[in-house]
């Protein structure tokens, strides 16, 4: 299984993004869909899990949501608000087959910048 993250870029503080998350085979079809990221020298940070039934899970739900769309087979991370301590790389990971042989599979990640 394949994932790939796009969407990231440089944005000035205020300004949204979406990153987008998509997959060799439908998204439906995976236990959970997670967005982490990271900074060099910190530790990886949750930011939001989608799970199959379609329940949400938003770290800073006042200015970061997610959906799904079924037609484009991609998970979207819209980012309202961004503050320079949003900038990281941000990764998409979906955990996939039975509970007992449950496998991951994660995307290469996209930058997002943010400025002052």
């Known amino acids: 299984v394949d994932v790939v993250e796009s969407g990231g870029g440089l944005v000035q503080a205020g300004e949204s993004l979406t990153l987008s998350c998509t997959a060799s085979?439908?998204?439906?079809?995976?236990?959970?869909m997670i967005w982490h990221r990271e900074v060099p020298g910190k530790e990886r940070e949750l930011v939001a899990v989608?799970?199959?039934?379609?329940r949400t899970y938003v770290a800073d739900s006042s200015r970061f949501s997610l959906y799904r769309d079924k037609a484009k087979n991609a998970l979207y991370l819209q980012m309202k608000s961004l503050r320079v301590e949003d900038t990281a790389m941000y990764y998409c990971?979906?955990?996939?087959?039975?509970?007992?042989?449950?496998?991951?599979?994660w995307g290469q990640g996209t930058q997002v910048t943010v400025s002052a």
């Open positions: 990971m979906a955990r996939y087959g039975p509970e007992d042989e449950e496998s991951r599979a």
């Open positions: 085979r439908s998204i439906y079809s995976f236990n959970q």
């Open positions: 989608m799970n199959d039934d379609g």
